[in-house]
């Protein structure tokens, strides 16, 4: 009997026995194919378990067989491989594997969560724990995001300033619940320093290597030309006034961002971006281009220089230059450009991947003009929202949105792009920024079960979604994040 992956819980006991009925589909991401049969397999799978590759298998893709004696997996790649071994840990219970055959393969081939260490430092432990649930839920890409205005979290070797001095910030705001509008003390220093906190490279090979082993590309960020500030501070001639700073203590976005017009400053981030494509083995950087004021430029001898030489269309039209300059850089080192669809008022070269945050519209020009985005607009994918459950304890940045799991899981990365364009669209992430989580405690819960949900957007086909069946299976992934994993999660309402 074929059955689609939203097979009912009803459906189901009718040809799956005994205590585990239902099983299988506990998994999430709904697998897109499912044939429950009748059976359970109770062996040792360690023994039982046979692997074949088949060329036929789409990438990522797996075909896995449950028979009462054997279990068969078959694939193309080894990431289908551990696919197929993820969805077998959550058809696993203590009553063994219920006999089912399913034919899977992912939607999207970016399944991402953004992951900020710079206004607040979740460090190595929470990541490597979070890569864990990442895998558990196919996703497969992280976005690292490693440099601001109030922090530059890895080591580069030519620039020991950047951490000695960048890490470091004089103080962060006094934590406040925000609910309450009135409530100035938000705006106010605890004068605590905060860092040093960064990651040293040798750090940042074993989480690359830890994610390499679950089949997740780290995709770096070294913010340009804006979000600049701590590198500002380590090397005040970076900026285009020469001024000394200190990295903020306070979130927002600051006026004083990469000198465009200086030589020395493009230098330097060549030299930045050297260590770190030699650092990270993936194919991608993001060179970050959103929010970059451009008021310190209009008045910079050098800004404006460069814009009369080259003949740019003032200061937007530098941004495009240096959007352009490092896409091309990156691209002699063989690694591909993703920015923050700011980029596109800069005109792109089509080998720039656009990430489309400040709704969908981004994304939707991009796929247009032949560009490759990724979809992560606010509205839903911004996990630093509020997410609407009752008597919350923590503390949301306010866009005046309830993203709610269900919001979550509405998601659909190609709403609104011809269907001859879709193919632009490489897939989408959750994206959590740590202003208002003062921890890895607090973090999680904002990202888990959300970006369960936006797992299976990306993973799932439209056909195959259901609701109130994700709801029932978000509950058993909740509890084995909680337990296994000892990840902070929101509960599910
Ligand atoms: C962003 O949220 N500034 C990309
Ligand atoms: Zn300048």
């Known amino acids: 009997m074929k059955t689609p992956a939203k097979i009912t819980t009803a459906a189901i006991a009718v040809v799956v026995c005994g205590a585990i009925q239902g099983a299988a589909l506990n998994v999430i991401p709904a697998p897109n194919s499912i044939v429950e049969k009748e059976g359970v397999f109770t062996g040792n799978i360690a023994e039982a378990i046979s692997y074949e590759m088949d060329g036929a298998i789409p990438e990522e893709g797996y075909r896995l067989v449950v028979e009462t004696n054997s279990l068969k997996v078959a694939y193309s790649t080894e990431a289908g491989k551990f696919y197929a071994m993820q969805t077998l840990a959550q058809l696993r219970s203590q009553e063994g594997v219920p006999c089912v055959e399913i034919v899977d393969a992912p939607r999207f081939k970016w399944r991402g969560v953004h992951w900020d260490d710079c206004r607040h430092f979740m460090g190595k432990e929470a990541l490597l724990k979070t890569l864990d649930a990442m895998a558990l839920n196919k ?7 490693l440099t601001e205005d109030q922090g530059w979290r890895i080591e580069i070797k030519k620039y020991p300033r950047l951490t000695e001095v960048g890490s470091i910030r004089p103080g962060s705001p006094l934590p406040v619940v925000l609910k309450d509008p009135s409530c100035q003390t938000y705006w106010q220093n605890n004068n605590i320093p905060y860092g040093p906190f ?5 750090d940042i090979k074993e989480v690359i290597a830890y994610a390499t082993a679950r089949h997740i590309t780290i995709i770096p960020e070294i913010e340009l030309p804006g979000h600049a500030l701590a590198a500002i501070s380590a090397y005040p001639q970076l900026g285009c006034t020469g001024e000394q700073f200190d990295p903020w203590w306070h979130w927002g976005v600051s006026e004083h961002i990469f000198c465009g017009g200086n030589d020395d400053t493009i230098k330097f981030l060549e030299d930045v971006l050297d260590e770190v494509c030699e650092l990270f083995p993936g194919p991608i950087v993001h060179i970050g281009g959103d929010e970059a004021p451009k008021k310190a430029w209009k008045s910079c001898p050098k800004c404006q220089a460069r814009i009369k030489e080259l003949g740019l269309e003032g200061e937007e039209g530098l941004q495009g230059w240096m959007t352009d300059h490092f896409t091309k850089y990156l691209a002699s080192k063989g690694k591909r450009a993703v920015g923050w669809d ?3 008022d800069g005109n792109p070269g089509k080998d720039t991947i656009v990430m489309s945050w400040r709704g969908p519209g981004g994304g939707i020009n991009a796929a247009k003009r032949g560009n490759d985005a990724v979809m992560t607009p606010i509205d839903p994918c911004y996990l630093d929202q509020v997410q ?9 940045i306010n866009y005046g949105l309830v993203i709610t799991l269900e919001r979550c899981y509405g998601f659909n990365p190609t709403a609104g792009i011809p269907e001859e364009e879709q193919a632009h669209i490489l897939g989408g992430q959750g994206n959590n920024w740590t202003e208002y989580s003062w921890n890895p405690s607090e973090y999680e819960w904002k990202l888990w079960p959300r970006m369960c949900a936006l797992a299976e957007c990306l993973w799932t086909n439209l056909e195959n979604k259901d609701w109130p069946d994700f709801k029932r299976r978000a509950a058993v ?10 990840i902070n999660c929101a509960p599910i309402e």
């Open 139 to 145: 996703l497969n890409v992280l976005h690292w995001h």
């Open 198 to 202: 960064y990651y040293t490279q040798e």
């Open 342 to 344: 700011e980029i596109l």
């Open 388 to 396: 609407g459950i009752a008597d919350d304890p923590y503390e949301y």
């Open 477 to 486: 992934m909740r509890s084995r994040l909680i337990r296994e994993r000892h």
